[in-house]
């Protein structure tokens, strides 16, 4: 393929791209405007940008991650004492007796294989690299990925540290369809971390305010009905349900500020 001696237009030479070297050109001899509404950006000096703004990149994601963590275990730590008093305790489990009373074995067994299972990580794992995999392709982004793994983990070990902070009381195993749990509900959290990621992504595209409000829609949905099947089931305390949707909500909000904080704009350099 020939190339031309001049850019078309602009009265200025084309380099020798061919024996510099494709990033070897001089960018200097190159206008800036080669046409209208077309803009050069010249890939040395943004390159150079995005060095410069590595060091505080990495400054501002280690303290999201630092005041995030902080703010997740001391919120959710300071509600699991409060849920500990008998104030909070007596009419949570007159609730939890009434739901228990009124249980059919039917349903019950309809929920366990089902609703509940949402929360689960045999479930929420694949389906998080499947959508988020499809997410990041569809974005041409890779950041979607590592925010849910990230989730996880992070619901993984705070909720074992709150659990030996907080000590909260497990209901009977013979009164719970399933293996019964204490504060706050892991599957609750994860199914706020997990579907409200995932809501966040594909909404912040979205310019109809109608898609939004469905996307969000749905996903309250299923995690009011992933967290009411498990008091339903009799495998948690309603102040544990309680607990782990605002452990979840805590842990989706830094990772919604993390990646705000990955966006270009965020870091210094050209969005475009």
Same mark, same amino acid.
């Given at each position: $393929?020939?190339?031309?001696?001049?850019?078309?237009?602009?009265?200025?030479?084309?380099?020798?791209?061919?024996? @510099?070297?494709?990033?070897?050109?001089?960018?200097?001899?190159?206008?800036?405007?080669?046409?209208?509404?077309?803009?050069?950006?010249?890939? $040395?000096?943004?390159?150079?940008?995005? @060095?410069?703004?590595?060091?505080?990149?990495?400054?501002?994601?280690?303290? %999201?991650?630092?005041?995030?963590?902080?703010?997740?275990?001391?919120?959710?730590? %300071?509600?699991?004492?409060? $849920?500990?008093?008998?104030?909070?305790?007596?009419?949570?489990?007159?609730?939890?007796?009434?739901?228990?009373?009124?249980?059919?074995?039917? +349903?019950?067994?309809?929920?366990?294989?089902?609703?509940?299972? $949402?929360?689960?990580?045999?479930?929420?794992?694949? *389906?998080?690299?499947?959508?988020?995999?499809?997410?990041?392709?569809?974005?041409?982004?890779?950041?979607?990925?590592?925010?849910?793994?990230?989730?996880?983990?992070?619901?993984?070990?705070?909720?074992?540290?709150?659990?030996?902070?907080?000590?909260?009381?497990?209901?009977?195993?013979?009164?719970?369809?399933?293996?019964?749990?204490? *504060?706050?509900?892991?599957?609750?959290? @994860?199914?706020?971390?997990? *579907?409200?990621?995932?809501?966040?992504? +594909?909404?912040?595209?979205?310019?109809?305010? %109608?898609?939004?409000?469905?996307?969000?829609?749905?996903?309250?949905?299923?995690?009011?009905?992933?967290?009411?099947?498990?008091?339903?089931?009799? @495998?948690?305390?309603?102040?544990?349900?309680?607990?782990?949707?605002? *452990?979840?909500?805590?842990?989706?909000?830094?990772?919604?500020?993390?990646?705000?904080?990955?966006?270009?704009?965020?870091?210094?350099?050209?969005?475009?």
């Amino acid at each position: $393929m020939r190339i031309p001696a001049r850019l078309p237009g602009s009265g200025h030479n084309v380099p020798d791209l061919v024996s @510099r070297g494709p990033y070897q050109a001089d960018y200097e001899r190159l206008p800036r405007k080669a046409g209208r509404g077309f803009r050069y950006c010249d890939p $040395m000096r943004k390159a150079t940008m995005i @060095r410069s703004a590595m060091p505080g990149r990495a400054a501002k994601l280690a303290g %999201a991650l630092a005041v995030g963590g902080a703010t997740t275990v001391l919120t959710s730590w %300071a509600v699991g004492k409060l $849920m500990q008093k008998d104030l909070i305790i007596r009419p949570s489990r007159e609730v939890y007796e009434h739901v228990r009373a009124r249980r059919s074995p039917q +349903l019950a067994r309809r929920l366990e294989q089902t609703i509940t299972g $949402m929360g689960d990580y045999p479930v929420l794992v694949p *389906f998080s690299v499947l959508v988020g995999g499809l997410v990041a392709y569809e974005r041409r982004d890779w950041v979607p990925v590592p925010l849910l793994a990230g989730g996880l983990a992070a619901e993984i070990y705070l909720q074992k540290l709150l659990k030996t902070l907080v000590k909260g009381s497990k209901p009977a195993e013979e009164h719970s369809v399933g293996p019964p749990g204490d *504060f706050p509900s892991g599957g609750a959290a @994860r199914t706020v971390i997990t *579907f409200g990621l995932l809501a966040h992504l +594909l909404a912040e595209h979205w310019n109809s305010p %109608a898609e939004r409000w469905a996307v969000w829609s749905i996903v309250l949905t299923v995690i009011a009905a992933q967290g009411g099947s498990r008091l339903y089931l009799g @495998r948690h305390w309603p102040e544990d349900i309680l607990g782990g949707w605002l *452990f979840g909500w805590l842990i989706l909000r830094s990772l919604i500020r993390l990646a705000e904080l990955t966006r270009p704009g965020e870091l210094g350099q050209p969005a475009g």
